[in-house]
């Protein structure tokens, strides 16, 4: 039987996370190989992770990534059960090493580079965790990308300006616009960025929850069709208004829209001003 030592014990236990003495068994039972030791611990927390399959992960963290030139972003959300976990210093690290390698690498969707970094990582801590989305967006050079994290890295918000002036983006007065552009998308998660980005069947069916509502309605029974269209007409257009980000009353002002707002920041750099797209990601939520 090989001499197991302390040393080689704490390495294995270094690099597969698992406990001092499975460590030691494991190299006992492959007679001292570390190799074999490290694939049977390796096995072990798979075969943890696979009881754990079907907990839920809500917690979690959002990571952006910019690249110096300023011309991508990448947005990742990593999953994790617990708040605990999602706290954990190698979990952390493993998402600002996966929004690293999908920048340099360009990758836009969740590929198996990737999710094999999640899964080495979940069998050392056996929690259930996930890559669970992922996107890269490019920027021209005309347009300006700026972040915001909201709180213990729950929210992220990417929002992409463009201008015909893209030097007036060097600006403070405009960094600081854009960035509240970012806070406000935060704060409000509007569904769209204007109408014309709505899909068209989601408003069909929230039209038919508004007619089902006006029905139960007793105020509104025996009232012509015309009145009743109207009413209808001006509910979603209220509702347009809540969910549409240009339309809705800016978070430092809520006097003005957006599209005012940023129309105003525009005329006071002496440029025009626009939002080309925006990704808000939330952890926990659908995309």
Request: charged share 30%.
């Amino acid at each position: 039987m090989a001499d197991i030592s302390a040393s080689d014990v704490k390495k294995l236990r270094e690099k597969t996370g698992a406990g001092m003495m499975e460590c030691k068994n494991a190299l006992v039972q492959t007679n001292g190989d570390f190799a074999a030791a490290e694939k049977i611990l390796k096995e072990k927390g798979l075969a943890a992770l696979e009881k754990r399959a079907e907990r839920a992960t809500n917690a979690g963290n959002v990571i952006i990534k910019i690249k110096d030139d300023g011309t991508q972003a990448v947005v990742v959300e990593l999953k994790a059960e617990t708040d605990f976990v999602a706290k954990n210093p190698d979990f952390l690290k493993l998402g600002e090493d996966i929004a690293s390698i999908a920048l340099d690498k360009g990758i836009e969707n969740p590929n198996d580079e990737l999710n094999n970094m999640v899964t080495d990582l979940a069998t050392r801590i056996r929690e259930n965790m996930g890559l669970k989305r992922l996107c890269l967006v490019k920027a021209s050079s005309s347009e300006y990308l700026c972040k915001y994290i909201h709180g213990e890295n729950d929210i992220g918000v990417l929002v992409k300006c463009e201008s015909d002036k893209p030097e007036i983006f060097a600006t403070e007065d405009i960094k600081t616009f854009v960035f509240s552009l970012a806070l406000h998308i935060a704060a409000f998660n509007p569904v769209a960025l204007d109408r014309s980005k709505v899909d068209q069947n989601w408003l069909k069916e929230q039209e038919e929850i508004f007619k089902a509502l006006m029905a139960k309605d007793e105020k509104l029974n025996g009232k012509p069709e015309n009145v009743l269209s109207g009413i209808l007409q001006g509910k979603v257009d209220k509702f347009l208004k809540e969910i549409c980000l240009m339309e809705q009353g800016y978070i430092k002002d809520e006097k003005i829209t957006v599209a005012k707002a940023m129309e105003e920041a525009g005329k006071k750099a002496g440029a025009k001003l626009s939002v080309s797209g925006y990704v808000y990601y939330k952890v926990g939520t659908a995309e």
